[in-house]
């Protein structure tokens, strides 16, 4: 848990003043019904250790992703993973662009590790572009991070260019980290999975927070036909990390996918309409493939949300953005109207 430390993240409603959250990116829908009964159920064996080597929960993933199950780590969230793998291979130095999610510079850090930031551009939707791959060239890193989609910004990163980057990691002897939380939930992004075969330098990190709405049972994994480096992430964790709720949920979750083309149907509809109203009421809003949405509007408006009881992401904090750029969920049709009705109020005023 956080000891005398900023939460730099959103999701905290724990201060009984908010009604609604924009500023996590779980799933609208919430939690399937059938992951809430399996992980209830779950609950008559809590006198017992968790499977330490989450044996049918490995097995489901491999037959959801069709990955051997060798490649397979589960861990206590997808944030743990992070963690494990910067401890795991120790980089030196590591590259990744800005803006992107805090969590990969964070465990780096525990490492020494020196990072190298490649400015996204604003005015090109902050699309990774061509010359990361000079940027790379000119650094030298061991290791790259990449978000895909990326966090904040909702930007799809298109599978040649990814193809690209890998081919010049391998060449050059770097680890390539591709996050995929995201992906499952879009509808133009590609996994890069099919490569990992031949490329033992891949990293995929995967999750169930935001796709199942399972954010508080927290449980994520990762894909790498790297053997070794998931043995020594294992090393670096502890043996029952991830709960028997949290594996009965995972186990049913994957059988829901009915459950994710309703929640994608929904994000593409709703997406639009909100980008739609950020715009006529003059706010800049990115073109998100995401289940949320990055835009610049006027300093306090977190604030003044949060006075009526309405919490977005505030992404200040974000190396590459600044006062004024925030980011929501999409949420169901009710309350995404609750939402743009209180900015309409406050732009009102």
Known sequence: MLYQTRNPHGGDIYDGKIELDFSANTNPFGTPESVLDAARSALARAHEYPDPYCRELVQAIA????????????????????????????PASAVMPAPTFSEYAEGLAQTGCKIGRYALDPNNDFDLDE??????????????????????????????????????????GARLFVDECFL??????VSMKDLLADNSHLFILKGFTKSYGMAGLRLGYCLSSDRKLLTAMSQNGQPWNVSTPAQAAGIAALRESGFLRKTRELIRTE???????????????????????????????????????????????????????????????????????????????
């Open 184 to 189: 499952d939930l879009t509808d133009d992004g």
């Open 271 to 349: 997406r639009a309409r909100l980008i739609e109203s950020l715009e006529a009421l003059g706010f800049r809003a990115l073109r998100s493939s995401a289940n949320y949405i990055l835009f610049r509007g006027e300093p306090g408006l977190d604030a003044a949300l949060l006075a009526r009881g309405i919490a977005i992401r505030n992404c200040q904090n974000y190396c590459g953005l600044g006062p004024g750029w925030y980011r929501i969920a999409v949420r169901l049709p009710e309350e995404n109207g609750r939402l743009i009705a209180a900015m309409r109020e406050i732009c009102g005023e």
């Open 63 to 90: 037959q959801f992703e069709s990955v051997p199950k060798h490649s397979i780590l589960c861990g206590n969230g997808s944030a743990e993973l992070i963690y494990s793998f910067c401890r795991a291979v120790r």
């Open 131 to 172: 010359g990361f791959l000079d940027y790379l060239a000119e650094f030298r890193p061991e290791a790259v991070f990449l978000c895909n989609p990326n966090n904040p910004t909702g930007r799809v990163i298109g599978l040649s260019f990814l193809e690209e980057i890998l081919d010049f990691c391998g060449a050059n």
